[in-house]
């Protein structure tokens, strides 16, 4: 049985940062990934449409973390990011439009088209999201302190967050809402105009089974807002070449550093003797040693299915049973003859309207509407498109004269109560979505090569998430930070000796940000 110092069970973006800082430390370290490629969900795949470079679940990039693109020299393995400007396009069936994240001053004018009092508010609501990040940021990168068995560090960073919280003064209860609360009651007290309304609660409720009327959507609202690009705060881009782009400077990075990676190499069983682990076994029956295994999987996955609850408190396995994998999310990448020609701003040639994400929601009551539907086990009858065209930045991604869309689209619940997903249902609800987006630019279903239809069971069954959740578990304020995965258990070390969480399940979540990883890393070093 081959020995290493440390096991990390999928090649996601969060067990490869953990991977390259061990390996940096000097520690022999062993990636095993499940899937014919590394990322986990955050890939390039070129088998989908030949000629075509298809990020087939993440899509866009901001989150990631500074530091470890320069620690781990990302740039230098090729990695790219390319900003989008404008951020947003929002058409609308009467003609008029509203595009977000040019020039400030652009920005400002095109919220003033639809309401000028919110023009002038606008700028006082991104100085108080501003406000609270100041706070927030910094505990990405931090341990969350031990709340039920706290130390003396623990006392003293949760006093230290106390100090933070604190310094918000009388915005205090604005922080605390907006870590707590519903996106819609904050976005109609700043705003009047329901086009800027709706384009700022579609962010509210991505890869969330929750309208923005329902608290803990102001989080995942916040936490577009989080990030940078190039420096550039609040900024949203595509990854050259795909999102595979990020993790496949990671993997040769990693490779660089001495870490051995593994595909099509399915973990069954992480082993455990006398109450620590010892290494894992593969499907195929191999056996590897280490002393630390890191899990980049779901706590469903990694207690339920591959360390097996036995050996774990079972306060413990009551908390995990807590965690929400409700998931109302589905993603369609389609090939393109051509860029679509927005009845709102005409034009196939690569323009303004088609470089950020094209938002397809009249008003926050279409998003109620919507989720209505999955609150009663059907998939939306008209469903919330949110769209991405990356060749419109990006040539790389898709042959000469064509082009590559996502959209990433709401609600479709994992279970339907009147038929299963099927290729039948699948294809039946991509139709609905094509539909919605010929209704703001005409031609668009004639212009379609092909096309792939992810809804949550193929996302679960693809990338190995749970529901089809791609956050890894609910993100809302009773699973977040101190409390994720569990009170007690959020440290990123886990109650068997040697095992410990490295992705999105533990602190800070979803999203492609590498904090888990990186500071699951530093735990690890600890010995």
Wanted: neutral net charge; aromatic residues 8%.
């Amino acid at each position: 049985m081959k020995t290493y110092d440390a096991i990390i069970v999928g090649a996601g973006h969060n067990g490869l940062v953990t991977a390259c800082y061990l390996a940096r430390a000097k520690r022999k370290v062993l990636v095993l990934e499940r899937r014919y490629i590394v990322g986990g969900a955050c890939v390039t795949e070129e088998r989908t449409f030949p000629g075509y470079k298809v990020s087939t679940a993440a899509y866009v990039n901001s989150l990631f973390r500074p530091e470890i693109i320069r620690d781990l020299r990302l740039r230098d393995y090729g990695f790219e990011l390319l900003e989008r400007s404008p951020a947003s396009f929002s058409p609308f069936l009467d003609g008029r439009y509203l595009m977000l994240g040019s020039d400030k001053q652009s920005e400002l004018g095109e919220i003033a088209k639809f309401s000028r009092k919110d023009a002038q508010r606008y700028p006082e609501y991104e100085k108080m999201l501003e406000r609270v990040a100041a706070v927030i940021e910094p505990t990405l990168g931090q341990k969350p302190p031990n709340v039920v068995r706290p130390s003396v560090a623990d006392l003293i960073g949760m006093a230290k967050l106390g100090r933070g919280m604190q310094k918000l003064g009388p915005q205090m209860g604005e922080a605390v809402e907006i870590l707590t609360g519903a996106a819609r009651p904050i976005l109609d007290r700043w705003f009047e105009s329901e086009e800027l309304k709706a384009t700022l609660a579609t962010d509210a409720i991505i890869g969330a089974f929750a309208p923005p009327s329902m608290p803990g959507t102001a989080y995942v609202l916040f936490h577009h807002v989080m990030g940078e690009t190039n420096g550039k705060r609040g900024v949203w881009a595509y990854v050259r070449g795909g999102m595979g782009g990020l993790t496949q400077a990671l993997a040769k990075a990693a490779a660089d550093l001495g870490v051995e990676i593994r595909t099509e190499a399915e973990v069954a069983r992480i082993l455990v003797t006398n109450g620590a682990v010892r290494g894992v076994a593969l499907s195929n029956g191999d056996e590897f040693s280490a002393a630390a295994v890191a899990s980049n999987a779901d706590c469903n996955v990694t207690f339920n299915k591959l360390l097996g609850r036995e050996h774990v408190p079972a306060d413990f396995i009551e908390a995990i049973d807590r965690i929400s994998y409700d998931s109302a999310s589905a993603k369609v990448n389609v090939a393109l003859e051509h860029l679509p020609d927005f009845t709102a701003l005409p034009g196939t040639q690569s323009g303004p309207q088609h470089r950020g994400t094209v938002h397809l929601c009249p008003d926050q009551d279409f998003i109620e509407r919507a989720y209505d539907d999955a609150k009663y086990g059907e998939p939306s009858r008209e469903p919330v498109v949110e769209c991405t065209i990356p060749s419109a930045v990006d040539d790389t991604v898709a042959p000469p004269g064509k082009h590559l869309m996502s959209m990433f689209v709401q609600y479709t619940p994992y279970a339907p109560k009147s038929a299963p997903w099927n290729s039948t249902t699948r294809d039946a609800f991509a139709d609905r979505c094509f539909d919605v987006v010929e209704r703001y630019a005409p031609g668009f279903k004639n212009s379609v090569i092909d096309r792939q239809v992810l809804t949550p069971p193929d996302i679960e069954n693809v990338f190995g998430l749970t529901g089809g959740n791609i956050f890894q578990g609910a993100m809302t304020l009773d699973h977040l930070f101190m409390f994720r995965p569990a009170p007690g258990y959020a440290g990123y070390r886990m109650p068997v000796k040697g095992l410990f969480l490295c992705g999105s399940a533990a602190h800070p979540g979803g999203g492609v940000m590498g904090a888990a990883g990186l500071n699951a890393a530093k735990e690890m070093l600890k010995g």
